[in-house]
């Protein structure tokens, strides 16, 4: 029964997006479940002798098949995944640049460059929030009526000539015969745009998005400029007198007149900025991505080069990183308008499916939609499983022992949706579904079995139909899932005739 009930619902959902892997946030809370079942067997003392060496193999079994078996095949799938999945592409940005460097194609890609940040030398500098961009500046001035009318400092989410930063020291004392002197934690600085010659600014002026942060400019000419142009840098983390390193250190930029910190607030600009990323200054000093920074590109001729190979991370924080991108991407996932945005309620009645393409007869259709008799019996089973748990739960034993981890991990499956202010989509309910078809079959055997019924009782001839009616309701209902072009639903000629039988079916 279970093997159709799968089988059914894997052709229904065959074309259902790749789920990530946020979806799955709970599933290895469920496996160590089973494992604390040891305890709640008989101990050791009494157990037979002949048994009682086996305790200890009994548990190991345990831990080793159901937490760390799954584990270790998770990590190897992200494992071959970094390997194969080696070239650059759009989605680089949303990457560290130490995490860059490792796909080919990339500009970091077998680059070398110094290894420490030093005065005179010409950055990039990347914000670590995702698509925070670069530090970015170009001749254009704010508008009359943003701030001051000076010239305009943007995030750029591409790689771009106007990203470049020349370091200088705060009191201009740049010229150097021997090799340059690096920048360390605490160190004062001012950044002067290479292109226009304008140093990073800011001041009392409210930022054109962010109203309760402090407007960020270009401002001065050839290095010269006020007190409002001095930044102070922290290495996260850091200690004074630390160094900052290309690439790896996260670094922010404190201004030591207002006190505020430089900031990616990932607001889009209106037109006047290019529609660039909003660069403010922060009067809420809390460590966050949006006020943290990398330095990317890095020229110092004084300097040694090295191969960034050196400072390529290794396995465990590229899969770190993978994840913090994964969980935040997920979370910056807001619904736009008129953009189709599927509730939770809506799941487990299977009350609206998800259209993947085409909309009038002349176009070829896929609709996402599950097998309406594997939905709603599982719903049925559902709520008859926690009303016999709750009223004949002396009675059913054997009833309760089965099924309870089952309905948990339904429960962390689907329960947490509810909490998220994320776009949610209909294939995010299969990792939860797939619970409640195991709890499915786990309770109706097991009901007969309760209840005394012998072979021939009304109940296994019911069981017997709905088995049928799985297959039977997965043939109907195909052409959903593998495509189809035609009449709609509601013309006598369609192949989908007759079987809209919810309203919000859109077929």
Not at 304 to 330: A, D, Q, T
Request: with cysteine; proline share 7%.
């Amino acid at each position: 029964m279970l093997i159709i009930m799968l089988h059914s619902t894997s052709l229904t959902c065959q074309r259902a997006l790749p789920l990530c892997s946020s979806v799955h946030l709970w599933a290895p809370v469920c496996p160590p479940l089973p494992t604390s079942q040891c305890w709640s067997c008989p101990s050791p003392r009494q157990l037979p002798s002949s048994l009682l060496q086996c305790w200890p193999l009994h548990v190991l079994s345990r831990v080793f098949g159901l937490i760390l078996l799954p584990l270790f095949l998770y990590v190897t799938i992200f494992a071959v995944h970094f390997v194969v999945l080696n070239k650059s592409g759009p989605g680089d940005g949303f990457f560290s640049s130490a995490f860059q460097s490792r796909l080919i194609g990339n500009n970091l890609h077998n680059a070398s460059m110094p290894e420490y940040l030093a005065y005179g030398s010409i950055i990039t500098v990347k914000n670590l929030r995702i698509a925070g961009g670069y530090l970015h500046s170009h001749w254009h001035l704010y508008p009359e009526g943003v701030g001051a009318k000076q010239q305009q400092v943007t995030a750029y989410l591409h790689k771009d000539y106007n990203n470049m930063w020349l370091v200088h020291r705060s009191n201009d004392s740049d010229a150097q015969s021997g090799e340059p002197d690096l920048v360390r934690h605490g160190d004062i600085i001012q950044l002067e745009h290479k292109e226009t010659t304008r140093n990073l600014h800011s001041h009392l002026h409210e930022a054109p998005l962010t109203k309760k942060h402090f407007q960020v400019t270009g401002y001065g000419i050839n290095g010269t400029g006020d007190p409002n142009d001095l930044w102070q840098v922290e290495v996260c983390g850091g200690r004074k007198g630390d160094l900052v390193k290309v690439l790896r250190s996260k670094v922010r930029f404190l201004h030591r007149a207002t006190g505020c910190v430089l900031y990616s607030s990932g607001k889009t600009l209106p037109k006047w900025g290019w529609e660039q990323v909003e660069i403010t200054c922060s009067p809420y000093l809390k460590e966050t991505p949006n006020s943290q920074w990398n330095i990317e590109d890095h020229i110092n001729a004084k300097l040694p080069n090295i191969s960034l190979s050196v400072l390529k991370p290794h396995f465990l924080e590229i899969l770190l990183e993978s994840h913090i991108v994964m969980i935040r991407g997920n979370s910056g996932l807001k619904p736009k308008d008129n953009e189709m945005n599927s509730k939770p309620w809506h799941w487990p009645i299977n009350y609206q499916g998800l259209r993947f393409s085409g909309v009038n007869e002349t176009e070829y259709r896929v609709y996402l939609l599950g097998n309406p008799v594997i939905w709603w019996l599982n719903l049925v089973s559902l709520g008859l499983y926690v009303v016999i748990v709750a009223v004949a739960s002396l009675h059913c034993r054997v009833l309760m022992e089965g099924g309870g981890l089952l309905l948990l991990g339904w429960l962390l499956h689907y329960v947490p949706f509810y909490t998220m202010g994320r776009i949610l989509y209909y294939h995010h309910y299969f990792p939860a579904m797939l619970f409640s078809s195991m709890l499915t079959v786990n309770l109706h055997p097991k009901m007969n079995f309760e209840i005394g019924c012998s072979l021939f009782s009304p109940s296994v001839y019911i069981c017997f139909s709905l088995c049928l009616s799985k297959p039977c309701s997965f043939y109907m209902f195909h052409p959903l899932s593998y495509g189809m072009r035609g009449p709609l639903a509601h013309d006598p000629d369609s192949t989908m005739a007759g079987l809209k039988w919810m309203d919000s079916w859109e077929f």
